[in-house]
Protein backbone atom coordinates (compact mmCIF):
# COMPACT_ATOMS: atom_id res chain seq x y z
CA UNK A 1 0.00 0.00 0.00
CA UNK A 2 1.61 3.23 -0.86
CA UNK A 3 1.46 5.62 1.53
CA UNK A 4 3.09 8.61 0.09
CA UNK A 5 4.40 9.88 -2.80
CA UNK A 6 8.36 10.09 -3.09
CA UNK A 7 8.69 14.14 -3.52
CA UNK A 8 6.93 14.64 -0.49
CA UNK A 9 9.17 12.12 1.43
CA UNK A 10 11.64 14.55 3.08
CA UNK A 11 8.36 16.31 4.61
CA UNK A 12 6.81 13.37 6.40
CA UNK A 13 10.21 12.70 8.10
CA UNK A 14 10.38 13.84 11.86
CA UNK A 15 12.15 16.93 13.25
CA UNK A 16 13.94 14.24 14.86
CA UNK A 17 15.96 13.16 11.57
CA UNK A 18 16.83 16.98 11.43
CA UNK A 19 18.47 16.73 14.56
CA UNK A 20 19.88 13.56 14.58
CA UNK A 21 21.94 14.50 10.97
CA UNK A 22 23.12 17.74 12.64
CA UNK A 23 24.63 15.38 14.86
CA UNK A 24 26.52 13.12 12.14
CA UNK A 25 28.28 16.20 11.62
CA UNK A 26 29.26 18.04 14.47
CA UNK A 27 29.18 14.75 17.12
CA UNK A 28 32.51 15.90 18.49
CA UNK A 29 31.59 19.46 19.34
CA UNK A 30 28.05 18.28 20.46
CA UNK A 31 29.42 16.46 22.91
CA UNK A 32 31.80 19.03 23.98
CA UNK A 33 28.92 21.62 24.13
CA UNK A 34 26.87 18.88 26.36
CA UNK A 35 28.88 18.39 29.01
CA UNK A 36 30.16 22.05 29.17
CA UNK A 37 26.30 22.68 29.43
CA UNK A 38 25.86 20.46 32.39
CA UNK A 39 22.52 19.12 30.81
CA UNK A 40 21.69 16.93 34.24
CA UNK A 41 20.59 14.04 32.92
CA UNK A 42 22.67 11.57 34.69
CA UNK A 43 21.76 13.20 37.86
CA UNK A 44 18.19 13.04 37.28
CA UNK A 45 18.15 9.54 35.69
CA UNK A 46 20.85 8.00 37.56
CA UNK A 47 20.35 4.21 36.38
CA UNK A 48 20.41 5.99 32.65
CA UNK A 49 17.16 5.00 31.87
CA UNK A 50 14.07 8.13 31.36
CA UNK A 51 11.19 5.62 31.04
CA UNK A 52 9.96 2.99 29.11
CA UNK A 53 7.28 3.02 26.62
CA UNK A 54 5.86 -0.34 25.28
CA UNK A 55 9.22 -2.98 24.98
CA UNK A 56 11.57 0.13 24.27
CA UNK A 57 13.25 1.83 26.84
CA UNK A 58 14.11 5.56 26.20
CA UNK A 59 17.52 6.62 27.22
CA UNK A 60 19.81 9.63 28.94
CA UNK A 61 21.40 8.88 25.35
CA UNK A 62 18.28 9.10 23.12
CA UNK A 63 17.28 12.74 24.97
CA UNK A 64 21.03 14.01 24.63
CA UNK A 65 21.30 13.05 21.29
CA UNK A 66 17.81 15.13 20.74
CA UNK A 67 18.63 18.01 22.94
CA UNK A 68 22.17 18.75 22.18
CA UNK A 69 21.98 20.78 19.14
CA UNK A 70 19.52 22.80 20.78
CA UNK A 71 21.63 23.37 24.51
CA UNK A 72 23.04 26.84 22.84
CA UNK A 73 19.90 28.51 21.63
CA UNK A 74 18.19 27.42 25.60
CA UNK A 75 21.89 29.54 26.71
CA UNK A 76 21.33 32.39 24.58
CA UNK A 77 17.71 32.57 25.66
CA UNK A 78 18.64 32.58 29.34
CA UNK A 79 19.37 35.48 31.63
CA UNK A 80 20.67 33.24 34.45
CA UNK A 81 21.93 29.97 35.43
CA UNK A 82 18.72 29.24 37.21
CA UNK A 83 16.80 30.19 34.53
CA UNK A 84 18.86 27.99 32.26
CA UNK A 85 18.66 24.95 34.33
CA UNK A 86 14.05 24.95 34.43
CA UNK A 87 14.25 25.80 30.78
CA UNK A 88 16.60 22.77 30.19
CA UNK A 89 14.56 20.25 32.10
CA UNK A 90 11.76 21.49 30.56
CA UNK A 91 12.94 21.01 27.58
CA UNK A 92 14.24 17.66 28.52
CA UNK A 93 10.94 16.37 29.68
CA UNK A 94 9.30 17.53 26.12
CA UNK A 95 11.65 16.04 24.40
CA UNK A 96 10.83 12.78 26.53
CA UNK A 97 6.96 12.83 25.31
CA UNK A 98 7.83 13.28 22.38
CA UNK A 99 10.17 10.01 22.29
CA UNK A 100 7.54 8.40 23.95
CA UNK A 101 4.32 9.42 21.72
CA UNK A 102 6.78 8.51 18.65
CA UNK A 103 6.36 5.05 19.61
CA UNK A 104 2.99 4.71 20.48
CA UNK A 105 2.56 6.32 17.30
CA UNK A 106 4.48 3.89 15.32
CA UNK A 107 2.61 1.21 17.24
CA UNK A 108 -0.72 2.43 16.55
CA UNK A 109 0.64 2.21 12.54
CA UNK A 110 1.84 -1.57 12.92
CA UNK A 111 -1.93 -2.54 13.95
CA UNK A 112 -2.88 -2.79 10.37
CA UNK A 113 -1.14 -5.10 8.96
CA UNK A 114 -2.05 -4.07 5.27
CA UNK A 115 0.06 -0.87 6.02
CA UNK A 116 3.42 -0.85 4.87
CA UNK A 117 6.19 1.64 4.23
CA UNK A 118 8.11 0.98 0.45
CA UNK A 119 11.26 -0.17 1.20
CA UNK A 120 12.46 2.47 -1.55
CA UNK A 121 11.55 5.30 0.57
CA UNK A 122 13.80 4.08 3.14
CA UNK A 123 16.41 3.70 0.21
CA UNK A 124 15.77 6.90 -1.11
CA UNK A 125 15.87 8.68 2.78
CA UNK A 126 19.19 6.92 3.69
CA UNK A 127 20.78 8.22 0.18
CA UNK A 128 19.43 11.41 1.11
CA UNK A 129 20.93 11.80 4.33
CA UNK A 130 24.29 10.56 2.87
CA UNK A 131 24.38 13.11 -0.12
CA UNK A 132 23.36 15.89 2.65
CA UNK A 133 25.29 15.42 5.73
CA UNK A 134 28.30 12.97 5.12
CA UNK A 135 29.09 14.31 1.01
CA UNK A 136 28.08 11.17 -0.18
CA UNK A 137 30.78 9.44 1.48
CA UNK A 138 29.42 5.90 2.60
CA UNK A 139 32.39 6.07 4.73
CA UNK A 140 31.83 8.70 6.94
CA UNK A 141 27.93 7.94 7.20
CA UNK A 142 29.54 4.28 8.41
CA UNK A 143 31.29 5.93 10.96
CA UNK A 144 28.79 8.00 12.57
CA UNK A 145 26.22 4.32 12.78
CA UNK A 146 29.13 3.03 14.63
CA UNK A 147 29.66 6.22 16.42
CA UNK A 148 25.94 5.37 17.75
CA UNK A 149 26.46 1.64 18.13
CA UNK A 150 23.81 1.05 15.66
CA UNK A 151 23.80 -1.26 12.50
CA UNK A 152 22.35 -0.29 9.24
CA UNK A 153 19.92 -2.50 9.62
CA UNK A 154 19.01 -0.75 13.08
CA UNK A 155 19.52 2.30 11.26
CA UNK A 156 17.35 1.40 8.33
CA UNK A 157 14.34 0.90 10.99
CA UNK A 158 14.96 3.88 13.20
CA UNK A 159 14.29 5.93 9.35
CA UNK A 160 11.32 3.66 9.04
CA UNK A 161 9.95 4.82 11.89
CA UNK A 162 10.33 8.22 11.29
CA UNK A 163 8.95 8.27 8.28
CA UNK A 164 5.73 6.41 9.72
CA UNK A 165 5.37 8.71 12.75
CA UNK A 166 5.43 11.75 10.41
CA UNK A 167 2.88 10.35 7.52
CA UNK A 168 0.59 9.59 10.77
CA UNK A 169 0.78 13.22 11.95
CA UNK A 170 -0.18 14.67 8.97
CA UNK A 171 -3.06 12.15 8.72
CA UNK A 172 -4.15 13.62 11.55
CA UNK A 173 -4.31 17.21 10.61
CA UNK A 174 -5.70 16.04 7.16
CA UNK A 175 -8.90 14.79 9.32
CA UNK A 176 -9.14 18.71 10.51
CA UNK A 177 -9.84 20.74 7.15
CA UNK A 178 -13.30 22.22 7.44
CA UNK A 179 -14.76 24.88 9.32
CA UNK A 180 -18.80 25.91 9.68
CA UNK A 181 -19.33 29.85 8.56
CA UNK A 182 -21.03 30.18 11.96
CA UNK A 183 -17.57 29.31 13.69
CA UNK A 184 -15.76 31.89 11.40
CA UNK A 185 -18.36 34.32 12.24
CA UNK A 186 -18.27 34.05 15.88
CA UNK A 187 -14.47 33.99 15.83
CA UNK A 188 -14.86 36.88 14.36
CA UNK A 189 -17.21 38.38 16.56
CA UNK A 190 -15.11 37.66 19.85
CA UNK A 191 -12.05 38.47 18.15
CA UNK A 192 -12.50 41.87 16.19
CA UNK A 193 -9.29 43.39 17.96
CA UNK A 194 -6.75 40.99 16.19
CA UNK A 195 -8.14 41.97 13.04
CA UNK A 196 -7.32 45.62 12.97
CA UNK A 197 -5.40 47.01 10.48
CA UNK A 198 -3.08 49.91 9.87
CA UNK A 199 -2.58 52.58 7.26
CA UNK A 200 -1.13 50.31 4.24
CA UNK A 201 -0.32 51.58 0.79
CA UNK A 202 1.27 49.47 -2.30
CA UNK A 203 4.34 50.87 -2.94
CA UNK A 204 5.61 51.57 -6.26
CA UNK A 205 8.80 54.13 -6.39
CA UNK A 206 11.72 55.33 -8.34
CA UNK A 207 15.24 55.86 -7.81
CA UNK A 208 17.41 58.44 -9.00
CA UNK A 209 20.96 57.40 -7.26
CA UNK A 210 22.61 60.66 -6.24
CA UNK A 211 26.28 59.29 -7.18
CA UNK A 212 27.98 62.72 -6.25
CA UNK A 213 25.52 64.91 -7.42
CA UNK A 214 24.62 68.45 -5.46
CA UNK A 215 20.89 68.71 -4.34
CA UNK A 216 20.57 70.66 -7.52
CA UNK A 217 21.29 68.30 -10.22
CA UNK A 218 20.02 65.62 -8.17
CA UNK A 219 16.33 67.75 -8.14
CA UNK A 220 16.89 68.22 -12.07
CA UNK A 221 17.05 64.59 -13.07
CA UNK A 222 14.69 63.63 -10.54
CA UNK A 223 11.98 66.31 -12.07
CA UNK A 224 12.80 65.27 -15.08
CA UNK A 225 10.89 61.85 -14.38
CA UNK A 226 8.46 63.38 -12.63
CA UNK A 227 7.34 65.65 -15.85
CA UNK A 228 7.02 62.61 -17.17
CA UNK A 229 4.34 61.54 -14.80
CA UNK A 230 3.08 64.18 -14.71
CA UNK A 231 2.89 64.20 -18.58
CA UNK A 232 0.59 60.54 -18.49
CA UNK A 233 3.61 57.88 -18.95
CA UNK A 234 2.46 54.77 -16.61
CA UNK A 235 4.45 55.15 -13.43
CA UNK A 236 5.44 51.05 -13.58
CA UNK A 237 6.87 51.79 -17.10
CA UNK A 238 9.11 54.70 -16.18
CA UNK A 239 10.31 52.56 -13.30
CA UNK A 240 11.75 49.81 -15.76
CA UNK A 241 13.30 52.18 -17.50
CA UNK A 242 15.26 54.37 -15.22
CA UNK A 243 14.51 53.19 -11.62
CA UNK A 244 18.24 52.49 -9.81
CA UNK A 245 16.69 50.47 -7.08
CA UNK A 246 16.83 47.01 -6.76
CA UNK A 247 12.99 46.52 -7.67
CA UNK A 248 13.59 47.93 -10.91
CA UNK A 249 12.38 44.77 -12.93
CA UNK A 250 9.15 44.94 -11.00
CA UNK A 251 8.66 48.29 -12.04
CA UNK A 252 9.49 49.33 -8.42
CA UNK A 253 7.05 47.55 -7.21
CA UNK A 254 7.40 47.40 -3.22
CA UNK A 255 4.41 45.78 -2.11
CA UNK A 256 1.78 46.53 1.07
CA UNK A 257 3.92 48.76 3.07
CA UNK A 258 2.41 49.84 6.94
CA UNK A 259 2.92 53.41 7.52
CA UNK A 260 4.65 52.71 10.99
CA UNK A 261 7.41 50.81 9.07
CA UNK A 262 8.97 53.39 6.57
CA UNK A 263 10.94 56.26 7.78
CA UNK A 264 9.30 59.66 8.26
CA UNK A 265 10.33 61.36 5.07
CA UNK A 266 8.70 58.65 3.00
CA UNK A 267 5.73 57.86 5.25
CA UNK A 268 4.42 61.09 5.69
CA UNK A 269 4.42 62.25 1.79
CA UNK A 270 3.37 58.64 0.51
CA UNK A 271 0.21 58.26 3.26
CA UNK A 272 -1.05 61.86 2.00
CA UNK A 273 -1.80 60.28 -1.38
CA UNK A 274 -4.69 58.84 -2.57
CA UNK A 275 -4.83 55.26 -5.03
CA UNK A 276 -3.21 56.58 -8.32
CA UNK A 277 -1.21 59.74 -7.04
CA UNK A 278 2.68 60.27 -6.88
CA UNK A 279 4.99 62.54 -4.68
CA UNK A 280 7.25 65.26 -6.18
CA UNK A 281 11.01 64.43 -5.96
CA UNK A 282 12.04 63.31 -2.24
CA UNK A 283 15.91 63.87 -1.74
CA UNK A 284 17.45 61.84 0.79
CA UNK A 285 21.62 61.32 1.08
CA UNK A 286 21.13 58.31 -1.18
CA UNK A 287 19.39 59.89 -4.14
CA UNK A 288 16.35 61.24 -4.75
CA UNK A 289 12.90 58.62 -4.73
CA UNK A 290 9.33 59.31 -6.24
CA UNK A 291 6.74 57.43 -4.54
CA UNK A 292 3.36 56.13 -6.06
CA UNK A 293 0.44 54.50 -4.34
CA UNK A 294 -0.67 51.61 -6.39
CA UNK A 295 -3.67 50.95 -3.79
CA UNK A 296 -4.42 52.04 -0.31
CA UNK A 297 -6.05 50.56 2.63
CA UNK A 298 -6.66 52.51 5.74
CA UNK A 299 -6.68 52.10 9.31
CA UNK A 300 -9.87 50.30 11.11
CA UNK A 301 -11.21 46.77 11.57
CA UNK A 302 -10.91 44.71 8.26
CA UNK A 303 -14.30 43.11 7.14
CA UNK A 304 -14.94 39.73 7.97
CA UNK A 305 -14.69 38.67 4.08
CA UNK A 306 -11.77 40.25 3.93
CA UNK A 307 -10.12 37.69 6.93
CA UNK A 308 -12.40 35.38 6.43
CA UNK A 309 -9.50 32.77 5.10
CA UNK A 310 -7.12 34.01 7.59
CA UNK A 311 -9.85 32.87 10.00
CA UNK A 312 -10.81 29.64 8.52
CA UNK A 313 -6.69 28.50 8.42
CA UNK A 314 -6.64 29.70 12.54
CA UNK A 315 -9.95 27.47 13.44
CA UNK A 316 -8.22 24.42 11.34
CA UNK A 317 -5.06 24.35 13.30
CA UNK A 318 -6.91 25.27 16.26
CA UNK A 319 -8.96 22.47 15.96
CA UNK A 320 -6.32 20.07 14.48
CA UNK A 321 -4.04 20.38 17.43
CA UNK A 322 -7.11 19.88 19.35
CA UNK A 323 -7.95 16.78 17.45
CA UNK A 324 -4.04 15.57 17.75
CA UNK A 325 -3.96 16.28 21.66
CA UNK A 326 -7.01 13.98 22.19
CA UNK A 327 -5.71 11.02 19.45
CA UNK A 328 -2.24 10.98 21.45
CA UNK A 329 -4.19 10.93 25.04
CA UNK A 330 -6.06 7.75 23.42
CA UNK A 331 -2.99 6.44 22.80
CA UNK A 332 -0.93 7.21 26.04
CA UNK A 333 -3.75 5.73 27.83
CA UNK A 334 -4.32 2.40 25.90
CA UNK A 335 -0.14 2.17 25.96
CA UNK A 336 2.55 0.72 28.49
CA UNK A 337 4.28 3.96 29.49
CA UNK A 338 6.71 3.93 32.75
CA UNK A 339 8.93 7.24 33.74
CA UNK A 340 11.85 7.03 35.44
Do not use: C
Amino acid sequence: MTLVRNGSLSFLLSARVAVVALALVHSDSLRAQSASASDGLDLRFANGIAAIVESKVITVEDIRREIAPLVPEVQRESRNEQEFNQKLEALQDDIIQNLIDRELIVKEFRKDEKRRIPESYVDNQIAETQISQFDGDRSKFLAYLRSRGKTLREYRKEVEEDIIYGYMRQQQRKSQSTVSPVKIETFYNENKERFFQEDEAHLRLIQVSRTGASDADLKARAQVVHDRLKAGEKFEEVAREVSQDSRRGKGGDWGWQKKSDLKAEFSEPLFALKKGEFTPPILTPEGAFLLYVEDRRYAGIQSIDEVRDQIERILIQQSARQSQERWLERLRRNGYVKHF
